[in-house]
DNA sequence: GGGTACATGTAATCAGTTACATGATTTA
DNA sequence: TAAATCATGTAACTGATTACATGTACCC
C-alpha cells in the first residue's frame, strides 16, 4: 500500500463519485473539471486503471464481445485508501509550470550584451506580455463558461476549485497588464518611480 | 530541430547565462532562482545535459582523470535554438499541480453520503484550510528570503517572476482564508450571504 | 454507402524520479 | 584521522506522452 502517483487518487476521486465509468469518461469528466489544474493524455488512464486494479483498489469489469470495452468501478480498499490521502497533511508543495513566466525569466538570455541589449530586451518582453494577455484572457473565458455547468454548483469544492483557477487566472491578467506598462521596470521594482530620466 | 521539452530550455538558458557549468552547478542555480515554478532532481540534468550535446546545441567538457567530471558550454546553435524558443508564442499552456486543491476538490467523494455527510466534509475542508495556510505562509516566506539575493535585482525578469510566485501565494492565503472564514460556502459560493438561517 | 465524429485501446518511446555509490574537502 | 558536508555520477524504474489502429453510430 505504498503511496500512488496524484493522478491515481484522480481515478479513485471521480470513481468514487460516479460509481462506475469508462476511462473514455473519465477523460470527459476530467475535462471538465480539475482538467485545468491537472490533465493528463486519455491513454494515461488505461495505464493508471491496470494499476489500480491489479492492486485491488479497483475492478475492471472488461467486455471482449463484439467492441473491446472495460468499465470501471472503485472497490471498499479503493475508498480506504482515497480517504486516507484525502486525511494525509499535504505532501508535495505545488507546482506551477508557466512557460510564459519561463520565458519572461530567461529573456535577458536570449539576447547578445552590449549595444542595446536592454531595447530589444524590452520589446520582447513587451511582445510576450501582450501574448500572455491574450492568453490568460482566453483562459479565463473558458473558466466563465464552466461556471455554468450545473455540477459546478456555487459553495460546493468543486466551484471553489474553479474559482480559484479564475482568481489566478486574473492575477495572472494584471501582472502581465504592469509588465506591459513599464517593462523597463518590471514588477517587484522600485516602489512606484516612473521610468529613469523622469 | 524539433522541439525539445522545457526543461531542456532551462538548461540552455542557465548556461547561457553562465557561458560554463557543471550539472551541478546548474542545480544550485536553479534552486536559487526558477526552482520554485519549474524544478526536477538534479539527476536529470545529466540526463538532459546527454541529449542537448547529442544534438550540439551545447558540449560536454568531460575530464577523466582522477575524479570524472563535466563541465557544459552552451554552443552558437543551442543560443540560437533558445532565442527561436523564447521569440515563439507560447506553446502549453500554464498547468497547477497543486495537491491541496485537489484534495478540496475531491473531499465530498471521500465521505459516505448521507447521516451528517456535510458536517464531516466541512470539518475536514477546514483542517485542509488550516494546513494550507501555513504552508503557503512558508513559502512566501522562503520567497521573501530569496528576494535578498542580489542577483534579484529589483525590476528585472528574474526578479519580476519571483514577484509574481510571491503574488501567487498571497493569492492561496487569501483563499485558503476564505474557505476557513466560511467552510459552508466556500469561495465561488453566493455573493455573500452568511450561512443560511441567519 | 461514404464521410464524419465519437469511442476505444495498445505499443513504443521519452521524460522524470528514486536509490544508490563514491570522491573530495573541510572541520572538530 | 574520523565525521560531516559538498560534489559527482549512474542504473533501474516508473510515469507520461505520442503515434497509431480500429470499431461503432449517425447524418447526408
Same mark, same amino acid.
Given at each position: 500500500?505504498?503511496?500512488?502517483?496524484?493522478?491515481?487518487?484522480?481515478?479513485?476521486?471521480?470513481?468514487?463519485?460516479?460509481?462506475?465509468?469508462?476511462?473514455?469518461?473519465?477523460?470527459?469528466?476530467?475535462?471538465?473539471?480539475?482538467?485545468?489544474?491537472?490533465?493528463?493524455?486519455?491513454?494515461?488512464?488505461?495505464?493508471?486503471?491496470?494499476?489500480?486494479?491489479?492492486?485491488?483498489?479497483?475492478?475492471?469489469?472488461?467486455?471482449?464481445?463484439?467492441?473491446?470495452?472495460?468499465?470501471?468501478?472503485?472497490?471498499?480498499?479503493?475508498?480506504?485508501?482515497?480517504?486516507?490521502?484525502?486525511?494525509?497533511?499535504? &505532501?508535495?508543495?505545488? *507546482? %506551477?509550470? @508557466?512557460?510564459?513566466?519561463?520565458?519572461?525569466?530567461?529573456? =535577458?538570455? $536570449?539576447? !547578445?550584451?552590449?549595444?542595446?541589449?536592454?531595447?530589444?530586451?524590452?520589446?520582447?518582453?513587451?511582445?510576450?506580455?501582450?501574448?500572455?494577455?491574450?492568453?490568460?484572457?482566453?483562459?479565463?473565458?473558458?473558466?466563465?463558461?464552466?461556471?455554468?455547468?450545473?455540477?459546478?454548483?456555487?459553495?460546493?469544492?468543486?466551484?471553489?476549485?474553479?474559482?480559484?483557477?479564475?482568481?489566478?487566472?486574473?492575477?495572472?491578467? &494584471?501582472?502581465?497588464? *504592469? %509588465?506591459? @506598462?513599464?517593462?523597463?521596470?518590471?514588477?517587484?521594482?522600485? =516602489?512606484? $518611480?516612473? !521610468?529613469?530620466?523622469?
Amino acid at each position: 500500500m505504498a503511496d500512488l502517483p496524484i493522478s491515481a487518487y484522480v481515478v479513485l476521486g471521480l470513481l468514487a463519485e460516479q460509481e462506475e465509468a469508462t476511462p473514455y469518461q473519465l477523460d470527459q469528466l476530467i475535462r471538465r473539471s480539475i482538467g485545468n489544474f491537472w490533465s493528463f493524455p486519455r491513454s494515461q488512464l488505461y495505464a493508471e486503471a491496470g494499476r489500480l486494479a491489479r492492486q485491488g483498489l479497483i475492478i475492471e469489469h472488461r467486455e471482449e464481445n463484439g467492441r473491446r470495452r472495460r468499465t470501471l468501478a472503485i472497490t471498499d480498499a479503493g475508498r480506504r485508501q482515497l480517504r486516507r490521502w484525502l486525511e494525509t497533511p499535504t &505532501d508535495a508543495p505545488a *507546482e %506551477v509550470h @508557466d512557460p510564459g513566466v519561463l520565458r519572461l525569466h530567461f529573456q =535577458p538570455a $536570449g539576447h !547578445d550584451r552590449g549595444e542595446d541589449h536592454s531595447a530589444s530586451v524590452t520589446q520582447a518582453i513587451v511582445r510576450l506580455a501582450g501574448e500572455q494577455i491574450a492568453t490568460h484572457e482566453r483562459l479565463l473565458a473558458v473558466y466563465r463558461q464552466k461556471t455554468e455547468n450545473p455540477t459546478m454548483r456555487p459553495g460546493t469544492p468543486q466551484r471553489a476549485s474553479l474559482e480559484l483557477g479564475m482568481r489566478y487566472e486574473q492575477l495572472l491578467i &494584471d501582472f502581465w497588464k *504592469e %509588465v506591459l @506598462d513599464s517593462p523597463t521596470n518590471l514588477p517587484g521594482g522600485a =516602489p512606484d $518611480g516612473p !521610468d529613469p530620466a523622469t
